[in-house]
Each structure stands twice: as structure tokens, then as C-alpha cells.
């Protein structure tokens, strides 16, 4: 399945990550076979690095970097808090 790239320049791209994928591989669970990371990779085909993750039932804007001083330049705004991330929940009765 090719994920939705919603932005692209020479330092990043964004996907709208669907919901049940998760970022990358992780030993939480060993049974997972696809992963947003390798989806892309393969999809555009080059290497990848993701600036934040999104939990697997999330779904949302994933920015990825094309390469290492993209990746420093992007850690260091999410450390600095320079980078807002906004969550609109979708509900359904009584909160």
C-alpha cells in the first residue's frame, strides 16, 4: 500500500500515517511485518529517519528526514519545543 506523502523538499518528507502502522520496527511486537519506515523507503527509494513517532492506533502528519543534518536540524526543534504538535480526538458518546 503506498502511503499519502503530503509534503516533500530536499531535507524532509510527511505522510499521512494511517492508523494500525507502526514507525519502525520494535520489539514490542515481533510480529509486525510493516512498518512506516520501510514503507517509504521503498516507496521512494531511499533511506529514511523519522523526526518523531505516532503510536500505532494514531493516526497523522509523520515527518521524515532525507538525511543526517535534517534529522539534528528537526530533533533539535522538537528538544527546544519550536515544533507544535496538535491531537484532535474523534469520540463517540459521553466523555
Same mark, same amino acid.
Given at each position: ?16 500515517? /494511517?492508523?494500525?502502522? #507502526?514507525?519502525?520496527? %520494535? !520489539? ?7 512498518? =512506516?519506515?520501510? *514503507? ?9 529517519? /523519522?523526526?518523531?513517532? #505516532?503510536?500505532?492506533? %494514531? !493516526? ?7 538525511? =543526517?543534518?535534517? *534529522? ?24
Amino acid at each position: 500500500m503506498p502511503l499519502e506523502i503530503i509534503y516533500a523538499d530536499d531535507d524532509y518528507i510527511a505522510i499521512n500515517k /494511517p492508523s494500525g502502522l #507502526l514507525v519502525h520496527r %520494535t !520489539s514490542l511486537d515481533k510480529h509486525a511485518t510493516e512498518f =512506516a519506515l520501510q *514503507l517509504l523507503r521503498d516507496q521512494i527509494g531511499q533511506e529514511v529517519f /523519522p523526526c518523531h513517532r #505516532l503510536d500505532r492506533p %494514531t !493516526s497523522g502528519v509523520l515527518l521524515f528526514a532525507l538525511n =543526517a543534518d535534517a *534529522l539534528r536540524h528537526a530533533q533539535h526543534e522538537f528538544a527546544e519545543r519550536r515544533v507544535s504538535k496538535v491531537y484532535h480526538a474523534i469520540t463517540r458518546g459521553t466523555i
